[in-house]
């Protein structure tokens, strides 16, 4: 049989592609995460070297200097890089999600002016949508442009910042007033350049300290506060205020894609981890393999591998299709994220009193996995998204 997670129907340049993040993923991601992650340390040469392989411009188009790839590409390769540590593939997920709401979004102007940059690596991209008093209720922020002349003034605060110190463009989503009925209206993306590092990093703008986190080491998680900050109009995505709530939910969309990728490649190597130990750890005279109990187990686990894998694919095509991907994107991510919480749980009780230890890459993953159950919109949160869409279908006169 093929091994778990294989993708049919790829071109040969994705086949050259996801072979050459393998091979990059088994030799600086795999040997350097236990180290990294335990001194919560930025992984600078890693992330020096997806520069050299041009992953920070997998997406953008060729016109702007990267490599014009799809979001089943970019999705495949995330979920190859975090199967050898999901902090690498928190780096460019938030740049990627960046660069793909500028080219979709984005006027001339700012497509010419940050894309070849960001294709490069040298311009490094984060969003932010979160406040301290509302996560997934967008509508309730409180972060606020007011006109002020030609220009707006910012104020207020931001939170869980992805790459907050080390990004250099961010994406920022405030409220304005626009007069329109509705609050969704109401919401404006303002492009932010700032340089990297905490403390006030600009005139009204601190990057304070990392957060700290359960897992999800390295990369850099941080709150963003706006004071008096100025903003002027050509900082606004696309150049019209009152789009950033649509703005920032079709980069959403593609972002729960790249969950759901993340799910799926940590799950695999929980697998790996368990089926490889179990044909090694012996007891009562054979490998624990042979126990009908472990079998079991590690039949659930093969199982729940190749349906996330299968249904995060489904979602990237979808969207790669142009057509509506929410309901997709929200099976994928709801599933990918279940199921890897799940397999990651089983790897664990296979290795036992081992998989406890902190020298053990399975103690790492158990730690990391929490955070896919959140990122880009809790359980719940897609459960209401498929619910609704489900009832769309299937609504009766």
Not at 59 to 80: D, F, N, Q
């Amino acid at each position: 049989m093929n091994r778990l997670a294989q993708t049919d129907g790829l071109t040969d340049v994705q086949r050259e592609i996801l072979a050459t993040v393998r091979e990059f993923t088994e030799r600086e991601i795999i040997p350097n995460a236990q180290r990294l992650e335990r001194a919560d340390e930025y992984p600078q040469r890693i992330v020096d070297r997806m520069r050299e392989l041009g992953l920070f411009g997998l997406t953008i188009p060729e016109e702007y200097g990267g490599l014009g790839e799809s979001l089943l590409t970019y999705a495949l390769a995330v979920e190859e890089i975090s199967r050898g540590w999901m902090s690498v593939s928190g780096i460019i997920n938030t740049h990627f999600i960046v660069a793909y709401m500028l080219a979709r979004h984005g006027t001339d102007e700012q497509k010419r002016r940050h894309l070849p940059r960001m294709a490069t690596g040298e311009l490094r991209g984060a969003f932010s949508m979160s406040e301290p008093g509302c996560g997934s209720d967008v509508a309730a922020i409180t972060t606020r442009a007011a006109r002020d002349g030609d220009g707006y003034v910012v104020d207020g605060q931001k939170m869980w910042l992805t790459n907050g110190a080390t990004s250099t463009l961010v994406a920022v989503l405030v409220k304005t007033d626009e007069g329109a009925d509705s609050v969704y209206r109401n919401m404006t993306t303002f492009l932010v350049e700032k340089p990297q590092g905490f403390g006030e990093v600009q005139p009204g703008l601190t990057i304070p300290g990392k957060i700290d986190k359960m897992g999800y080491k390295g990369v850099d998680t941080t709150e963003m506060i706006f004071s008096g900050y100025r903003a002027t109009a050509g900082q606004i995505l696309g150049g019209t205020p009152g789009r950033g709530f649509y703005q920032m939910m079709d980069g959403v969309e593609v972002g729960r894609v790249n969950v759901a990728a993340r799910g799926c490649g940590v799950a695999l190597r929980a697998f790996e981890l368990a089926v490889r130990y179990a044909q090694q750890r012996r007891t009562f005279g054979k490998p624990i393999a042979d126990h009908q109990a472990v079998q079991f187990r590690l039949a659930d686990m093969a199982v729940k591998v190749e349906a996330a894998h299968q249904m995060m694919i489904n979602a990237a095509r979808a969207k790669d299709s142009g057509e509506r991907g929410d309901l997709q994107a929200g099976m994928a991510k709801y599933l990918a994220s279940e199921y890897c919480r799940d397999v990651v749980e089983d790897s664990f009780r296979i290795h036992g009193g081992y998989g406890y230890s902190t020298e053990s890459e399975i103690e790492r993953l158990y730690r990391e996995t929490p955070m896919l159950l959140i990122g880009e919109g809790t359980a719940d949160i897609q459960r209401m998204i498929i619910g609704r869409r489900i009832l769309e279908a299937y609504r009766i006169d």
